[in-house]
Each structure stands twice: as structure tokens, then as C-alpha cells.
């Protein structure tokens, strides 16, 4: 069965250090792709960063990357530099091909960052 | 750009009371679903669509129903609230090409449900 796993419940960094949060997933899919998203206080998800289980490079986007090691099934998320507005819950995600064709996108259960001035 | 749009934003409802949230995308985007928030647990899927007419259960679809008549439009009803329902329930859509897409989901701002 698929899964999504987030070891860490909570995080802390000093503000302009740089944090990894973990994602480890399970999957016998051939073909998937990992998403992670960001939700503040306010409540709102916002999409950060997207890596397909045949991309050969990590995936960046600005401050995010994504560290990939698909043989450990792994997709850690690296924010570098962080700011205060980067306190937030992340949550990893994995879309998942269903054999009717439709996909789904599964979420884990949230590491909550916290950013120390 | 409304993007996703949920309607209501908070609601209380008894115990045995049946409610629709709604649901309304302007992107014309195919791929619509309904997501429940619990603390610890991140955001489990309920229902979603691939296109008008067309609807599938996900993880935890006991309890609800959706339909989908338009492709803007994905209500999800409760149809005898129960307590184990309070939650936050988020609708989310993309624009789905297959197994081929690299951009997320569009979630709407969330729709907060108490039932006592």
C-alpha cells in the first residue's frame, strides 16, 4: 500500500540556517511523483515543489530543494536560509497511479517548522 | 483569478444533520477531490473526479457523497453528521493530463466543521 511517512512531529532552525525535513515514502508504482507543500498559520496549502520518480536532477525552486535518493525512497525537503515566514507545517505528498488511470495524490502527516530569530 | 472557492468557511451542525459543502473552480480544470485536515494526519482524501459525471471514493468516503454535473462545480454532502467529522475539509483541483503533470494541487482556503 502506499504511505507517506514524516518522522519529525516538530522542527526548529535559526533564522538563515539552513533545515532538512524529512519524507520517506512506499510505493510499487514505477511511476510517481513527490510534491511538497507548505501550510501557515492562516491555513491555506501552497505548493513548493514537485520531483517525478524519473527525474534524473534534484528539483529546486528558489530557496526549496529536494533531495531525491529513490533507492532509499527518500524526498527530503531543504529549505535554505530561512526566513521567519518560512514557520509553517510542510507536508509531503505522493501522487500515485491508480490502474483505472486516475491518480490520487496521498499526503503524510506534517512536520511543523518553527524559525528562531 | 478566484481560483478554488469553498463555501462556508465555518460551520456547526448537530448530531444526525446533513449539510453541502461547496465547491466551485474557475480554471477548468478537470481533476477535482475533497480532503479532510486532522491533527497528526495530515490530509486524507475522501472523494474526487476526473471530469463531469465521473466520481471515485478515496481513503475515508463513508459518511459522505459527492457529485459532479459541471466541471466547475464538486459539492460534497454529509449525509448524517456525526461527530467523528469535525475537521477541516479542504477541495483541491488540477488541471490532470494523465499520469504526466509537475505542478500541485489548487486547494481551496478550507471549510472548518464542528459537529457536536
Known amino acids: 500500500a502506499q504511505k507517506i511517512t514524516q518522522t519529525q512531529p516538530g522542527m526548529f532552525v535559526q533564522e538563515k540556517e539552513a533545515v532538512t525535513l524529512d519524507c520517506t515514502y512506499d510505493?510499487?508504482?514505477?511511476?510517481?511523483?513527490l510534491f511538497w507543500y507548505k501550510q501557515p498559520s492562516s491555513g491555506e496549502m501552497i505548493f513548493l515543489i514537485y520531483?517525478?520518480?524519473?527525474?534524473?536532477q534534484n528539483a529546486t525552486e528558489g530557496r526549496y530543494s529536494l533531495n531525491f535518493q529513490k533507492a532509499r525512497k527518500s524526498a527530503n525537503l531543504v529549505i535554505s536560509a530561512s526566513q521567519l515566514g518560512d514557520s509553517a507545517m510542510y507536508f509531503c505528498?505522493?501522487?500515485?497511479?491508480?490502474?483505472?488511470?486516475?491518480?490520487?495524490?496521498?499526503f503524510g502527516p506534517g512536520t511543523s517548522l518553527s524559525v528562531i530569530p | 483569478n478566484a481560483g478554488v472557492t469553498q463555501t462556508p468557511k465555518f460551520q456547526v451542525l448537530k448530531t444526525g444533520q446533513s449539510m453541502t459543502l461547496q465547491c466551485a473552480q474557475d480554471?477548468?480544470?478537470?481533476?477535482m477531490s475533497w480532503y479532510r485536515q486532522d491533527p497528526g494526519m495530515g490530509l486524507r482524501l475522501i472523494h474526487y473526479?476526473?471530469?463531469?459525471?465521473?466520481?471515485d471514493q478515496g481513503e475515508v468516503p463513508n459518511g459522505y457523497n459527492v457529485s459532479r454535473s459541471t466541471t466547475e462545480d464538486f459539492p460534497l454532502r454529509l449525509l448524517s453528521a456525526a461527530p467523528s467529522q469535525t475537521s477541516v475539509y479542504f477541495c483541491?483541483?488540477?488541471?490532470?493530463?494523465?499520469?504526466?503533470?509537475?505542478?500541485?494541487?489548487?486547494f481551496g482556503s478550507g471549510t472548518r466543521l464542528t459537529v457536536v
Open positions: 480554471m477548468n480544470h478537470e481533476y
Open positions: 473526479s476526473v471530469g463531469a459525471g465521473i466520481t
Open positions: 505528498a505522493m501522487r500515485t497511479t491508480l490502474k483505472t488511470s486516475y491518480d490520487k495524490v496521498i
Open positions: 510505493t510499487s508504482d514505477p511511476s510517481y511523483g
Open positions: 520531483q517525478g520518480s524519473y527525474d534524473q
Open positions: 483541491a483541483s488540477v488541471k490532470h493530463r494523465g499520469y504526466i503533470y509537475n505542478y500541485g494541487y489548487t
